[in-house]
């Protein structure tokens, strides 16, 4: 198993809580970098792909681009980018509200609920490929520390 000095390529000592932080942030970009290999060729961003999740989810309701932003993974996302490039790719529609011009809202179009159709086996079998070496009881611990990590109120 490969050490997180080996892959820094230091023999500095880090702290547990350096070290700790500096494996996440590795292995986000290893996920990431997982992920987006499986969407190029659909031409999807991970940040797009998850827009579309969130709107066929929806389940044929619109929904406005601030309730998007909220259900976004990455809240750093230009939302209104983003569905820009998918409308563009006749993914998902935008729809202005004829009583109050500032109210907009998006749905997905059958043409971005079949390219989910097509992109879904292959994130999935990418998720489970990627988290094979651990067993079920091992994710579950997982999860459970990750949601610990992140709630510091």
């Known amino acids: 198993m490969q050490e997180l000095n080996d892959i820094l390529k230091t023999k500095a000592k880090l702290s547990l809580s350096q070290a700790s932080v500096l494996n996440l942030l590795f292995t986000t970009n290893w996920i990431k970098d997982e992920l987006l290999a499986q969407l190029k060729s659909f031409d999807l961003s991970l940040e797009q792909f998850n827009v579309l999740r969130i709107l066929r989810g929806q389940k044929g309701k619109a929904i406005n681009l601030q309730d998007i932003q909220e259900r976004m993974v990455s809240k750093m996302s230009n939302t209104t980018r983003l569905?820009?490039?998918?409308?563009?790719k006749k993914y998902v529609t935008r729809t202005?509200?004829?009583s109050n011009r500032r109210k907009v809202d998006i749905s997905i179009t059958d043409l971005g609920l079949e390219i989910l159709k097509q992109v879904d086996p292959l994130i999935d079998a990418t998720e489970k490929n990627m988290t094979k070496n651990l067993t079920h009881d091992e994710l579950i611990q997982l999860n459970k520390l990750l949601i610990q990590l992140k709630n510091q109120n």
């Open 96 to 98: 202005t509200c004829k």
């Open 83 to 88: 569905v820009d490039k998918l409308i563009k």
